[in-house]
């Protein structure tokens, strides 16, 4: 009977946790090859999904937290294939097609690269899942903002 209840304990915190987290707003960068290579993919909790030109919007998001799949990442900076490894949780979302910020001369540069550094990186710094409050995009950067 013990053992039944620890593993029911076990199966509700692994649902509410992934619950959690599907109840936000995905982004990260496509790198797979076709029509949206190399767009920003943006991953709403209904599960619809849209892409945007780097060039041609500026995303501002909000209530933001940094996601690293470490083991992928490692993979990839060890040598192997690309795999999705890295994205942005965030609970609000906006798409600006003109009148962009110029977030660039006020913010600090994200960076994510596996090949280089398989972790979320700000200034030198490792922020793998830290919580910013804003992070806005100008075409292919992100930048945490104050």
Same mark, same amino acid.
């Given at each position: 009977?013990?053992?039944?209840?620890?593993?029911?304990?076990?199966?509700?915190?692994?649902?509410?946790?992934?619950?959690?987290?599907?109840?936000?707003?995905?982004?990260?960068?496509?790198?797979?090859?076709?029509?949206? $290579?190399?767009?920003?993919?943006?991953?709403? @909790?209904?599960?619809?999904?849209?892409? $945007?030109? @780097?060039?041609?919007?500026?995303?501002?998001?909000?209530?933001?937290?940094?996601?690293? +799949?470490?083991?992928?990442?490692?993979?990839? $900076?060890?040598?192997?294939?690309?795999?999705?490894?890295?994205?942005?949780?965030?609970?609000?979302?906006?798409?600006?097609?003109?009148?962009?910020?110029?977030?660039?001369?006020?913010?600090?540069?994200?960076? +994510?690269? @596996?090949?280089?550094? @398989?972790?979320?990186?700000?200034?030198?710094?490792?922020?793998?899942?830290?919580?910013?409050?804003?992070?806005?995009?100008?075409?292919?950067?992100? $930048?945490?903002?104050?």
């Amino acid at each position: 009977m013990k053992k039944d209840l620890a593993v029911s304990n076990l199966f509700f915190i692994f649902v509410l946790s992934i619950t959690n987290t599907m109840a936000r707003i995905k982004v990260r960068f496509n790198l797979g090859r076709g029509i949206n $290579y190399m767009k920003w993919k943006v991953t709403y @909790p209904d599960g619809s999904v849209e892409y $945007y030109n @780097p060039t041609e919007t500026q995303l501002v998001l909000k209530g933001t937290q940094l996601k690293n +799949y470490k083991s992928a990442a490692e993979k990839i $900076y060890d040598g192997g294939n690309k795999t999705v490894c890295a994205w942005i949780l965030c609970d609000d979302i906006e798409v600006l097609t003109y009148n962009f910020e110029q977030s660039d001369l006020q913010g600090e540069q994200l960076r +994510y690269n @596996p090949r280089v550094q @398989p972790n979320w990186m700000l200034n030198g710094i490792i922020v793998d899942d830290a919580r910013f409050t804003r992070i806005e995009s100008v075409d292919f950067k992100l $930048y945490k903002m104050w």
